[in-house]
């Protein structure tokens, strides 16, 4: 009953470093999201991916790259981290655009 | 004006009682609505879509008002585990304009 597994929970990254993050979902979901989460600011879309092949940017993209590599994985690269992509990460999956997201549990990523 | 408003609270209440949250959204366009609940330092987990009728939930119900351009959600009978912070979710046209509130935090207190 896995849902939605994101890998790292948790990673600390030095300015300049690039790292991604994974992301796969099992319930079979043709759409899956990226967002980033900070204080006073709520939820905001980096990436999406409608369907498998197709992959398009949110609100804030600049500094992130994704892939989406089957149906069931999409992942987040950061080419050059920056302190300011300090965060909280989560995946998300649905059927459709107007279906309710599933979350994974967050990566909660920290760049000295 | 954001697309997307919430008070952010805190709003402390003690057991038992009736708490009600509104988010506000600005495009009439909107097209669905859902609140989440989020608990501290964990994921978003969808409580319940909003219907144009209206739709109940055992002690949660939610309401969307399309004239005003606002939903809310009216929690009955609050428990102490109900404490969390509570997400309202507009999605105006596809998947680029899904727009999160910052959230609502609630504390019931015993």
């Known amino acids: 009953n896995a849902g939605v597994t994101q890998t790292p929970k948790f990673q600390v990254l030095k300015t300049g470093q690039s790292m991604t993050l994974q992301c796969a979902q099992d319930?079979?979901?043709?759409?899956m999201y990226w967002y980033r989460q900070d204080p006073g600011m709520g939820l905001r879309l980096i990436y999406y991916s409608a369907s498998e092949g197709t992959t398009d940017k949110g609100e804030v993209p600049n500094g992130y790259n994704v892939s989406r590599l089957n149906k069931r994985e999409f992942s987040l690269r950061l080419e050059s981290a920056a302190p300011s992509q300090t965060s909280v990460y989560f995946c998300a999956s649905s059927e459709a655009a107007v279906q309710p997201q599933h979350f994974g549990d967050g990566t909660r990523l920290s760049i000295l | 004006r954001k697309e997307v408003e919430q008070d952010p609270g805190p709003f402390n209440v003690p057991e038992g009682a009736t708490v009600a949250f509104n988010c506000t959204y600005s495009n009439s366009a909107s097209q669905s609505f859902f609140w989440y609940r989020q608990d501290c330092r964990k994921e978003p987990k969808l409580l319940m879509s909003v219907y144009s009728s209206g739709n109940e939930d055992g002690r949660f119900t939610a309401q969307l008002n399309r004239a005003s351009q606002y939903i809310s959600l009216l929690i009955r009978d609050s428990k102490l585990s109900d404490s969390a912070t509570y997400l309202c979710?507009?999605?105006?046209?596809?998947?680029?304009?899904?727009?999160f509130g910052i959230g609502t935090k609630l504390q019931v207190i015993p």
């Open positions: 979710v507009v999605n105006e046209r596809g998947y680029q304009k899904v727009t």
């Open positions: 319930m079979n979901h043709n759409s």
